[in-house]
């Protein structure tokens, strides 16, 4: 699964409570879900997958080949699009409800081959290479091709889908997904606010580097030229030996820190604004629920469900990739201080209100409670 998807799937097994509602989770050994289901003394079964999980058919195998031993359950529910052919097969072998959570972008049904060349959310005139085009091509085919058809037919047949955002849902009335939906926005345990660096400096901090495509490196290299003022750039995520050089051109000239893989906890201690570029559609940004949590304000791409998170000159700003030059002016007035630290307070405010994770644990047993009762939530 994602690491934003995992990450969430963890907090809520950790702040899930048996005696509402017993879960039986299946997942594989040593994945960071089992660790919280054990933590949380939560009925766990192996799954053995190969390849990491990342093959619909691959789960589906492991899922048949588990069956026998994992007690019957009321209820089963796929936490990712790739276990949801899984699922639902599991569903029908116990005759009971079945249901999808969907973290992802809901690409239609039918595809044809010029879409290929015009993805939504891609204008490959501002793509600065043509490795850049290829490798936006290549993840469109092959992340939606027959995975998605095959995701879009089975969610179809769901008792319920549940969206991860609005966009999310809107995204999937306009693709064509007519199951019953719902939405459950993800939630994050909440921890203390530490205090921030003062020196005058603004700490710009940038989590995309693994996938610098997609998360919009290119858009952060644009700004890293043309932002003026005392700024230090931290740059986040394993990045590969091209994008390294990248980064190494950059520090030549720019005041760049390359921080690699860092605690999620602990980088947004050492930055004060978040950064956040994505060039495809993006459902709900763990990342931006964080920096909430922090009280760090965020610059954030349109795309997807950003705005459900960052309230446009309350907690931070969103900006739209065809206007990058509208972002960067927003991100230049964070320098003023205390500009900053009114929407880091609203941020955290509003992390308070939308985003904890007893209120989607709350939302959860709730939606598993009308499913077992056969009532629609």
């Known amino acids: 699964m994602g690491s934003g998807a995992e990450i969430v799937l963890e907090e809520l097994l950790k702040a899930w409570t048996p005696e509402d509602l017993q879960l039986v989770l299946l997942a594989p050994e040593g994945s960071r879900?089992?660790?919280a289901a054990k933590e949380s003394d939560i009925e766990w079964h192996d799954l053995s997958i190969k390849k990491n999980g990342l093959h619909m058919l691959d789960n589906l195998r492991a899922v048949k080949a588990a069956c026998e031993s994992i007690p019957k359950c009321d209820v089963v529910l796929s936490w990712t699009i790739r276990t949801f052919?899984?699922?639902?097969?599991?569903?029908?072998?116990?005759?009971?409800?079945?249901?999808g959570v969907l973290h992802d972008n809901p690409f239609p049904r039918k595809m044809h081959g010029p879409v290929l060349w015009n993805p939504r959310g891609m204008d490959f005139k501002r793509l600065c290479s043509w490795k850049e085009m290829l490798w936006h091509s290549q993840e469109y085919v092959l992340r939606t091709w027959w995975r998605w058809q095959w995701a879009h037919r089975v969610a179809n047949r769901f008792?319920?889908?549940?969206?991860v955002s609005e966009a999310v849902r809107q995204e999937c009335i306009r693709n064509g997904y007519r199951c019953p939906m719902t939405v459950i926005r993800n939630g994050l345990v909440d921890i203390p606010v530490g205090d921030g660096i003062q020196d005058g400096k603004l700490r710009i901090g940038f989590l995309g580097m693994e996938h610098p495509h997609r998360k919009g490196f290119s858009v952060v290299e644009q700004w890293i030229s043309r932002l003026t003022g005392d700024v230090v750039w931290k740059l986040y995520g394993g990045a590969s030996k091209s994008t390294v050089r990248r980064i190494e051109?950059?520090?030549k000239q720019y005041s760049i820190e390359y921080r690699g893989f860092q605690d999620r906890t602990a980088i947004f201690k050492e930055i004060d604004v978040l950064m956040h570029a994505s060039t495809l559609f993006d459902p709900l940004p763990t990342v931006l629920i964080e920096a909430a949590r922090a009280g760090i304000p965020c610059v954030a791409s349109s795309?997807?469900?950003?705005?459900e998170i960052v309230e446009e000159?309350?907690?931070?700003?969103?900006?739209?990739?065809?206007?990058?030059?509208?972002?960067?002016?927003?991100?230049?007035?964070?320098?003023?201080c205390g500009r900053r630290e009114r929407m880091g307070r609203n941020a955290r405010n509003l992390f308070g209100e939308r985003f904890r994770v007893e209120r989607m644990a709350q939302e959860y047993l709730l939606f598993f409670t009308c499913l077992i009762g056969g009532k629609n939530t």
């Open 159 to 163: 008792s319920k889908l549940v969206c």
């Open 85 to 99: 052919p899984a699922s639902e097969w599991l569903g029908r072998q116990w005759t009971v409800p079945c249901a």
């Open 249 to 251: 051109k950059l520090k």
């Open 33 to 35: 879900p089992h660790d």
């Open 313 to 336: 000159e309350v907690s931070g700003s969103i900006f739209d990739l065809d206007e990058t030059d509208v972002g960067l002016e927003k991100l230049n007035a964070l320098f003023d």
């Open 303 to 307: 795309q997807g469900g950003a705005s």
